[in-house]
């Protein structure tokens, strides 16, 4: 366990012999439900469900709680090859049934059970309630013993703070997160540190901290003193594409696509946030139809492995907006409308808002203002601040374009203060112009002091104003003195302050960062 959670060699030998040489079988699975997670974190996922299915054929009536445990574990790795999924539809619902009714159920079931049922876009509140049955499990287990603590707690944990995220149980997720990334900071699990940050960084996108999300993708890719298997690898840099995309920052993005881009037509679940950064790279390019092509070739993936949650990947709206710029409206409303349908299904705010600004650009006249309404106050609602900046900014222009420009000012206005305060460039210069259109002179804006901080800077910044060493801060980013060294020369001269004394007094009145 100690070699495969830090990247050594030879774990698939001694995992596999701790397999063969348990004294029973009830042994021989617990050994392979920790083999079975190492072989997922390197994406053999095959090989993980037959390990499973052996070691669960060996077990006899007697042991059926541990069979339903084993028959969890073996879903989400075959979930994760669209080849795969659909061989196992039935045992999924099966155990998800099961899971739902058993008062008693463990909290690796329950989690799994969490997980497909957002995934398939069955109501949030049934795969939010799953998890938090599972978080409820552990906490009434107590602490975990023997056979491999936190392989056991990374698989079930990561798949209940996933369902939370999809789910939009922002407050509950939070503190989870910050507790597990703590923690993996003390154990030296790079596995659990990369998925903790990836989770939390996506949970301030989604929320419109387009800066704490770059902080938490960027320390996770550069953790070289504890570096992460790399299929989180993969997950964190889809993050931060995503990311320095709502930026405008499109030279970077591409930057940190090149090293990974093979990785995205592997077909594997963990590329597929991969694929969508992509798409929305390429459409931010002008590359619409190569965009388009990525959402669509996702989609299909997706479809495969029974995955219809918009809440996860919204590959429809993206896709129907690419369409609509290539003159497809019949197609682009067909996808908006069917995204329209499972948010509506699924029923959290975010995802619903989402769907209804594609659902209204592609509508256009009444309707199409109508959607847009409802998607401003269905994300004002999801605490998805950008989402809704971006949904004002739409809504004002197709208003101005109707030569309502008084009303048209007022939604531009907010989109453009709530785009430069997230520091979303590209939407911050649509917003304007459109402003500038309706007769209105927006002032400029230039960054400077706190705001001129990169992501990266202020977190450091944060750290050395608490009075941490520069040893201690790398210690803490798992990265080298000498970056955070340079960190601090850029602080000092953006912030210009001569020591580290004055950061508090210049941090003053910004929010801190958390680590």
């Not at 079975?36 to 037959?50: D, F, I, M």
């Not at 070691?55 to 006899?60: G, P």
């Not at 197709?398 to 008084?406: D, K, Q, T, Y």
Request: charged share 25%; proline share 4%.
């Amino acid at each position: 366990m100690a070699e495969a959670s830090a990247g050594l060699a030879d774990w698939p030998e001694h995992l596999q012999s701790a397999v063969d040489t348990a004294p029973n079988a009830a042994a021989a699975a617990e050994a392979a439900m920790v083999l079975a997670h190492a072989l997922s974190r390197v994406q053999r996922y095959t090989e993980a469900v037959e390990v499973l299915d052996r070691a669960a054929s060996a077990l006899d009536p007697g042991h059926a709680e541990l069979a339903l445990q084993l028959e969890a574990a073996a879903v989400l790795p075959a979930l994760n090859d669209p080849v795969t999924a659909p061989s196992v539809a039935f045992r999924r619902e099966r155990f998800r049934e099961r899971a739902a009714s058993d008062a008693a159920a463990p909290p690796e079931v329950l989690a799994s059970a969490a997980f497909v049922s957002i995934l398939t876009n069955e109501p949030a509140e049934t795969g939010a309630d799953l998890a938090t049955r599972a978080l409820l499990a552990q906490d009434s287990a107590g602490p975990v013993s023997d056979s491999g603590p936190w392989f056991s707690f990374a698989a079930w944990f990561s798949h209940t703070t996933f369902a939370l995220l999809l789910a939009e149980r922002y407050a509950q997720l939070r503190p989870l997160l910050d507790a597990s990334i703590a923690q993996a900071r003390v154990t030296g699990d790079g596995g659990r540190l990369a998925v903790g940050l990836r989770d939390r960084g996506w949970l301030a996108l989604r929320r419109g901290d387009l800066s704490a999300a770059e902080g938490d993708a960027r320390t996770a890719l550069a953790a070289t003193e504890l570096p992460a298997p790399p299929m989180y690898r993969v997950m964190n840099g889809s993050l931060l594409i995503k990311v320095l995309v709502d930026q405008g920052k499109l030279d970077d993005a591409e930057q940190a696509l090149a090293p990974l881009d093979l990785e995205a037509g592997s077909g594997f679940a963990t590329a597929w946030g991969l694929r969508f950064a992509r798409g929305r790279l390429r459409v931010a390019q002008g590359r619409v139809a190569d965009g388009l092509k990525d959402f669509l070739s996702l989609g299909a993936d997706l479809t495969r492995a029974m995955i219809s949650c918009p809440s996860y990947l919204p590959w429809r709206s993206e896709a129907s907006l690419a369409q609509l710029a290539l003159g497809d409206r019949e197609s682009a409303g067909r996808l908006a409308e069917e995204e329209l349908g499972l948010a509506q299904s699924f029923g959290t705010s975010r995802a619903l808002g989402v769907a209804k600004r594609a659902a209204g650009i592609v509508a256009g006249g009444e309707r199409g203002e109508l959607l847009l309404r409802q998607a401003i106050d269905a994300l004002e609602r999801g605490d998805a601040k950008l989402e809704s900046a971006r949904a004002s900014a739409d809504l004002g222009a197709m208003l101005r374009r109707r030569n309502r420009r008084i009303e048209a000012r007022e939604l531009l206005r907010e989109a453009l203060d709530a785009a430069r305060g997230a520091g979303a460039r590209p939407l911050a210069e649509y917003a304007e112009t459109e402003l500038r259109a309706t007769g209105a002179r927006p002032r400029r804006v230039v960054l400077s002091g706190l705001d001129s901080l990169t992501a990266s800077e202020r977190r450091v910044a944060e750290f050395a104003g608490q009075g941490l060493s520069n040893r201690e801060i790398a210690q803490t980013l798992f990265v080298t003195a000498r970056t955070v060294e340079g960190h601090l020369t850029s602080v000092f001269r953006k912030l210009q302050v001569d020591s580290r004394d004055e950061l508090p007094a210049a941090l003053a009145g910004d929010s801190p960062v958390p680590a």
